[in-house]
């Protein structure tokens, strides 16, 4: 069996401040009944906590209490143990990250203004803005060259995203608070997001809250995930592990219902199963010299990659056999999944490639090896037979994969 256990906060470095609601209520103006009804949470500081729930449970609400862009109408709030609910709302922003869904960057101005609003609020001097600007720019995987001059119309919207969380830690706040920050974009984007978060969450240890609709995004983001009914009552607040074994309720055995095989599925990261080295190619090369190198290796498959490392394409032998030298040809479609990826992401990177494994990149997209589908498939028979039997769910699942076998 592998590791199902994340990085636990004690082998990062944490420069988060833990964050402590303490009776919090918020009744909205002309409302019978408070949105959030006397709220009590711990986060750790350094952890990433996700909020999830039905709709209207009060995520945001209780979200935007924290940098009181909503006041409590009653409760305390405590950022690194220090009572916030009397502070200053302004200055208190200043130190909290906030990014949404569509990453709400001013349109009319661009990146590099964009992620240097609030120093310049600071009143940090130019040269500064900008030395932060370009590391935050690279640190969310945007070239700065590229990008600082554009504008937010002229990027998709999984770029507008990186902007918008690069723009949130310009001022290296202790805290990050994101409200349902990938929803807007594409399964595939989304997954990529999800990757650079847990690396940028690594590498600088910040106290994040992310609030999603997706149990499964939360199982993979949270090292603690809070499942909120309506009012904002707090049904099971737990690892993602402890939920999907012992769920405290029938609110949220229900709520994690039929995702729950697949919410398992996240709990297995890229990073625990051994990957398979691969061959790699430069465009130009002669193809008779690669094809050398291929049969030396053992291997079927090659990997094109351009100057930096970054992969392009992932022929066979036999398909660069039919041509003198190795072809500048981009695969748009190519299954590329990262080390913190889940098995699912990889599964479902394969499945929509229709490939039978994915390559592996490091945060640089340098390719690191492939994984392959049958490994994957290994594991999640290896899950599913230590899943308890009486989970009716798995074991569903597990016969149908191994009739799939015997037919
Ligand atoms: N400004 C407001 N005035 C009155 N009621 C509000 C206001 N904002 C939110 N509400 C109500 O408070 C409750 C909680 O809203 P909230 O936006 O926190 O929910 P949510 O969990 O974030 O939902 P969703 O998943 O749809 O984003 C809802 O019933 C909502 O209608
Ligand atoms: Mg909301």
Redesign the pocket.
């Known amino acids: 069996m592998t590791t199902t256990e994340k990085n636990t906060a004690a082998d990062r470095e944490v420069t988060g401040a833990s964050i402590r609601l303490d009776g919090v209520e918020?009744l909205?103006?002309?409302?019978s009944e408070p949105?959030?009804a006397s709220l009590d949470l711990d986060i750790e500081a350094g952890h990433i906590v996700a909020?999830v729930?039905?709709?209207?449970?009060?995520?945001?609400?209780?979200?935007?209490m924290i940098n009181r862009l909503?006041e409590p109408t009653a409760g305390k709030i405590y950022i690194a143990d220090r009572d916030v609910t009397g502070v200053n709302p302004d200055k208190l922003r200043q130190q909290i990250g906030y990014v949404i869904q569509s990453g709400g960057l001013f349109p009319h101005w661009t990146v590099e203004r964009n992620v240097g609003a609030i120093p310049r609020l600071l009143g940090w001097d130019k040269q500064k803005i900008a030395e932060r600007t370009r590391e935050l720019l690279e640190l969310v995987g945007l070239d700065p060259d590229e990008f600082g001059k554009r504008l937010p119309k002229d990027m998709s919207g999984g770029q507008q995203q990186r902007v918008g969380v690069a723009r949130a830690l310009a001022a290296d706040p202790p805290v990050l608070l994101m409200?349902?920050p990938f929803s807007a974009v594409d399964p595939i984007t989304r997954v990529r997001l999800q990757d650079s978060l847990i690396d940028i969450h690594h590498k600088l240890g910040k106290t994040i809250v992310i609030?999603t609709?997706d149990f499964e995004e939360a199982t993979k983001l949270g090292d603690k995930v809070c499942i909120?009914s309506?009012g904002?009552h707090i049904e099971q607040y737990a690892t993602p592990a402890e939920i999907l074994a012992n769920p405290a309720t029938d609110f949220v055995k229900e709520f994690i219902g039929s995702g729950a095989t697949l919410a398992q599925l996240s709990l297995t990261r890229v990073r625990d199963v051994e990957l398979q080295p691969v061959v790699t190619a430069t465009v130009g090369e002669p193809s008779k010299d690669v094809i050398a190198r291929a049969k030396a290796a053992k291997d079927k498959w090659v990997v094109v990659v351009d100057r930096k490392g970054h992969p392009r394409a992932w022929p066979s032998v036999k398909e660069i056999g039919t041509v003198p030298e190795i072809s500048s040809y981009s695969d748009p479609r190519l299954p590329v999944v990262a080390p913190s990826s889940t098995l699912q992401d990889a599964l479902d990177a394969m499945l929509s490639a229709s490939q039978g494994g994915a390559l592996v990149v490091d945060g640089r997209n340098t390719v690191q090896g492939w994984l392959r589908m049958a490994d994957v498939t290994d594991i999640i028979r290896g899950q599913l037979d230590d899943a308890q039997p009486d989970e009716q769910g798995y074991t569903e699942f597990a016969e149908a994969e191994h009739g799939g076998d015997a037919s």
Do not use: M, N, R
Request: charged share 25%; proline share 4%; net charge positive.
């Open positions: 918020k909205y103006k002309g409302q949105a959030v909020f729930g039905p709709s209207g449970c009060g995520k945001t609400t209780t979200l935007k909503i409200d349902e609030v609709h909120f309506k904002g």
